[in-house]
């Protein structure tokens, strides 16, 4: 009898052993395509470590449907057709049930159309703000499978116009990256801008990683202006506010939300930028906004306050709880949970390990749940739009710091004012 009871004890610790073997091999697998490397590369860099550490997180409450979540990355080198090559691997051979990413919206574009749209895969994007993006879905185009965490240029363009205004910029020059995104961004600008009263007395395009920009820098001169707005990404966006200043350009800049970097800083040097002012995405703070900053750097050796850091958390939570709350890997169940997760009605869940274990209870008692993020509470349009405030900022002595905000309400009843 003892023989047998032993042998049953064995047996169930043997079994035991197993079960968690397997729930430790159990994976699921989002994909991700992050601009790594190129101009957009800081971008990319710190987006990514953000949805790892949000499935970090997730991952020690228990993961979602009793399996760990990971990533398969890879980076689009800041190239649309790169990254689509990158997004057409991971869909067809690895079969992942969401892409997050890109980053910039000449990536996040192309892998919608040409991958995730046709494929009805779900795609995230944690900070591509072309208003492209709410056309596609308009016109039908994304299969309702697009979202990002983001507010879009079309509303970005006029808080920076009011800013501009409120900042003495009456007469500005404009270069701006050849892409969807610089192209809508300024597009929104100067409608809002000449509305207000301001002058633009050039606008210049510019291509990507050209070596020198002295002829756009030259022919965005001409007729005086009282600053420059500059649209563009860190690395070209140095150069060209170099050449700007070393052929005698006045020091006086709006920037867009991605100049908002230590790198841009310190490549043109803050003696120049004392009058550097600029616009990004904003936040409501939340619970989440605190764990945030206090836990991301000791996590992925970079400042929360980098492009694109935050908002890619939440973009990786509620993927990772959509998961949960589909109850499957299947896209189209996916799509319909990410609804789910943000919930208006639902129980306000933060970042971290241990609201992460409160909202996965809850769902598993079927019961819902709002996820209120780093960049505060989330609500996604059919479109896959969200709206929110902005963060007017400033240099001083070199670093970044915050002016002032323009609420929802303030951009909306602006936007209609002007039209």
């Known amino acids: 009898m003892k023989k047998t009871l032993l042998q049953m004890t064995t047996a169930l610790a043997l079994v035991a052993a197993a079960d968690a073997a397997n729930a430790a091999d159990c994976k699921i697998t989002v994909g991700m395509v992050m601009e790594l490397t190129g101009p957009a590369g800081e971008y990319g860099q710190a987006g990514a470590k953000s949805v790892e550490m949000a499935f970090r997180d997730l991952n020690a409450a228990?993961?979602?449907?009793?399996?760990?979540?990971?990533?398969?990355?890879?980076?689009?080198?800041?190239?649309?057709?790169?990254?689509?090559?990158?997004?057409?691997?991971?869909?067809?051979?690895?079969?992942?049930?969401?892409?997050?990413?890109?980053?910039?919206?000449?990536?996040?574009?192309?892998?919608?159309?040409?991958?995730?749209?046709p494929a009805k895969i779900v795609q995230v994007s944690p900070a591509s703000s072309s208003p492209t993006l709410t056309a596609l879905g308009r016109d039908g185009k994304t299969n309702g499978m697009f979202f990002r965490t983001i507010t879009s240029d079309?509303?970005?363009?006029?808080?920076?116009?009011?800013?501009?205004?409120?900042?003495?910029?009456?007469?500005?020059?404009?270069?701006?990256?050849?892409?969807?995104?610089?192209v809508n961004m300024v597009q929104e600008f100067a409608r809002a801008y000449k509305a207000l009263g301001g002058e633009i007395v050039s606008q210049t395009p510019y291509n990507e990683k050209q070596s020198s920009y002295q002829s756009e820098v030259t022919a965005a001169m001409g007729g005086e202006p009282d600053g420059l707005y500059l649209i563009s990404y860190p690395v070209d966006g140095a150069t060209i506010a170099r050449t700007w200043i070393s052929q005698g350009g006045v020091q006086k800049f709006l920037l867009n939300d991605g100049m908002n970097s230590p790198d841009f800083i310190e490549a043109v040097g803050a003696e120049y930028l004392k009058e550097a002012y600029g616009t990004s995405s904003g936040t409501s703070p939340t619970a989440s906004t605190e764990y945030f900053n206090v836990n991301y750097k000791d996590f992925s050796g970079i400042d929360p306050s980098a492009p694109a850091a935050d908002r890619s958390y939440d973009a990786?939570?509620?993927?990772?709880?959509?998961?949960?709350?589909?109850?499957?890997?299947?896209?189209?169940?996916?799509?319909?949970?990410?609804?789910?997760?943000?919930?208006p009605k639902g129980t306000p869940i933060y970042a971290g390990k241990d609201e992460f274990t409160k909202a996965l209870g809850l769902i598993k008692d079927g019961k819902t749940i709002r996820y209120e993020g780093v960049i505060g509470p989330v609500l996604f349009d059919q479109y896959g739009d969200i709206t929110g405030p902005f963060r007017l900022w400033k240099i001083v002595d070199g670093v970044v710091a915050t002016e002032g905000e323009m609420t929802t309400d303030d951009v909306a009843k602006l936007k209609a004012e002007i039209k």
């Open 154 to 182: 079309a509303l970005q363009g006029v808080a920076a116009a009011k800013y501009a205004i409120d900042k003495g910029f009456k007469k500005l020059a404009i270069i701006h990256v050849n892409n969807d995104f610089g």
């Open 316 to 343: 990786g939570a509620i993927v990772g709880l959509a998961i949960a709350a589909a109850g499957s890997q299947d896209p189209a169940a996916i799509k319909d949970a990410i609804f789910k997760v943000v919930d």
């Open 62 to 117: 228990g993961g979602a449907l009793g399996c760990d979540l990971v990533t398969d990355t890879r980076d689009s080198q800041s190239q649309g057709n790169v990254a689509v090559d990158a997004a057409t691997q991971l869909v067809q051979v690895k079969k992942v049930p969401v892409i997050i990413g890109g980053i910039i919206s000449s990536v996040s574009i192309p892998i919608l159309t040409s991958v995730t749209a």
